[in-house]
């Protein structure tokens, strides 16, 4: 079954707007990173702790707290991916692709949930 040019436009458009999600997820993660690392070196400090996800709210310090945000926004960027392609193989029926990428979503969210963070 082929596609009308209308589908096969619609389709390069989604597949062009899930690239930008994956490139404005990295450019915001390496922006707050370095900002953190900016903050950290401009306090005098070399040291940062080690920060658990579900208590990333107390970090020692704002440079901590924003390195942090930004390898949270680093690895969470894969998962919009894979819930923006939820949506757009749902819009397209593909029902087997739908399927694998849930499933890759609940062991996403299990292992976060069981591994305390």
């Known amino acids: 079954m082929s596609m009308s040019g209308d589908e096969q436009h619609r389709i390069h458009r989604d597949q062009r707007a899930v690239q930008l999600l994956l490139r404005i997820g990295l450019a915001v993660a390496v922006v707050l990173m370095l900002a953190g690392l900016v903050m950290k070196v401009a306090s005098g400090s070399r040291e940062s702790d080690g920060i658990r996800l579900f ?62 963070g």
């Open 55 to 116: 208590s990333i709210a107390a970090a020692a310090s704002a440079a901590d707290l924003t390195m942090a945000l930004g390898v949270l926004v680093l690895a969470v960027t894969p998962v919009f991916r894979v819930l923006a392609l939820v949506v757009l193989w749902t819009r397209e029926r593909d029902w087997r692709f739908v399927a694998v990428a849930v499933a890759v979503v609940v062991v996403l969210a299990l292992a976060v949930l069981l591994g305390h």
